[in-house]
């Protein structure tokens, strides 16, 4: 199999606060996780590739300072979003590969968390 | 620069076949996917083209003809559940994927 989690599915906060979101791969391990942006009616957005113990590469235009992203093991990354604000309502989804590194490569296929909506008051 | 294109809606009956086209433009290619994303939901995997012609999975079939930047998903005896949206991604030489904006598909009974 190959299940991703991500938790919370569904958050709401407040202006300026920072909210956590976790992504977890529970039946393989996952050197690599993608973190995406979907506004609605709109294709998924990359913001970021994530790689266990290395720091993340972020998208052109992505705020590394703002979507802090740590991928701390094998089965787990985080995106933090910090001082959100209501422009950064979004569905943030997770993905990851069992192959490490290539995204698109041959057969390396992206499976996806279940995705976490969040809003920003 | 890069392009997707898919339809952004299609209507169709229960029970008929439907065929989404994807064309591309790419700087390089190694392969090309398609997932179904039902609404509030993440995307789930259907398939996976890098030679020319179709691959066929139970009622689902992909084809890709990379001469022509072309590929399309042709969905068999369609049920209601197959309401969703159905993304085209690419991988370029960088095997960087770029994605489609997705085509939604209606099925009336």
């Known amino acids: 199999g190959a299940v991703v989690s991500q938790h919370p599915s569904r958050v709401i906060c407040k202006s300026g606060t920072s909210v956590k979101i976790e992504c977890r791969s529970l039946d393989f391990q996952a050197t690599t996780m993608f973190w995406y942006r979907q506004f609605p009616k709109q294709s998924l957005m990359l913001m970021a590739t994530s790689n266990e113990g290395s720091k993340a590469t972020y998208e052109q235009g992505v705020e590394k300072d703002k979507f802090l992203i740590n991928h701390a093991s094998l089965t787990l990354s985080t995106l933090t979003v910090t001082s959100a604000h209501p422009e950064d309502s979004s569905f943030y989804i997770c993905?990851?590969?069992?192959?490490?590194?290539?995204?698109?490569?041959?057969?390396?296929?992206?499976?996806f968390g279940p995705g976490t909506r969040l809003t920003v008051l | 620069g890069q392009n997707i294109d898919q339809p952004t809606e299609m209507t169709a009956t229960e029970g008929a076949i439907v065929q989404i086209n994807c064309t591309y433009q790419t700087s390089g290619f190694n392969g090309l996917f398609w997932y179904q994303q039902h609404a509030g939901e993440a995307p789930t995997f259907l398939s996976y083209n890098v030679l020319d012609g179709l691959e066929e999975k139970g009622r689902f079939s992909s084809f890709l003809s990379r001469s022509k930047g072309y590929s399309y998903l042709l969905l068999k005896e369609l049920q209601m559940k197959d309401s969703a949206s159905y993304l085209c991604?690419?991988?370029?030489?960088?095997?960087?994927?770029?994605w489609g904006a997705g085509t939604k598909l209606i099925i009336k009974p």
């Open positions: 991604a690419v991988s370029d030489s960088n095997y960087q994927l770029i």
């Open positions: 993905s990851a590969t069992k192959l490490p590194g290539l995204a698109g490569g041959p057969e390396n296929t992206q499976y």
